[in-house]
């Protein structure tokens, strides 16, 4: 059974920092896509990040220069650094990650509070 545990979200205050975590485990195949979605209360579930195998970067342009996304393959591990947060960025951050034949696992999510 593939499971996606997240780690690190909490409460912060504007220009702060956190860093999420999420292991993956149960898994029989290779991941080709790690990534990070959050959902804002009365919003859709949007892409933050995501990073390939070969560790190629992709970004929403609101968190560019701000947040890193990072793998650790031989983890199964996939990070995202948030930097100068902001109250906008509040919202659930859910851990996705896609096999090569396509199919999608989610974590539980991690709330990610920012305080103005």
Request: glycine share 12%; charged share 20%.
């Amino acid at each position: 059974q593939v499971q996606l545990v997240e780690s690190g979200g909490g409460l912060v205050q504007a220009g702060g920092s956190l860093r999420l975590a999420c292991e993956v485990s149960g898994i029989k195949f290779s991941i080709n896509f790690m990534g990070w979605y959050r959902q804002a209360p009365g919003k859709q579930r949007d892409l933050v990040a995501l990073i390939t195998r070969l560790g190629i970067k992709n970004y929403v342009d609101s968190v560019k220069g701000r947040f890193t996304i990072s793998r650790d393959n031989a983890k199964n591990t996939v990070y995202l650094q948030m930097n100068s947060l902001k109250p906008e960025d509040t919202a659930v951050y859910y851990c996705n990650i896609r096999s090569y034949d396509g199919v999608d696992y989610w974590g539980q999510g991690t709330q990610v509070t920012v305080s103005s």
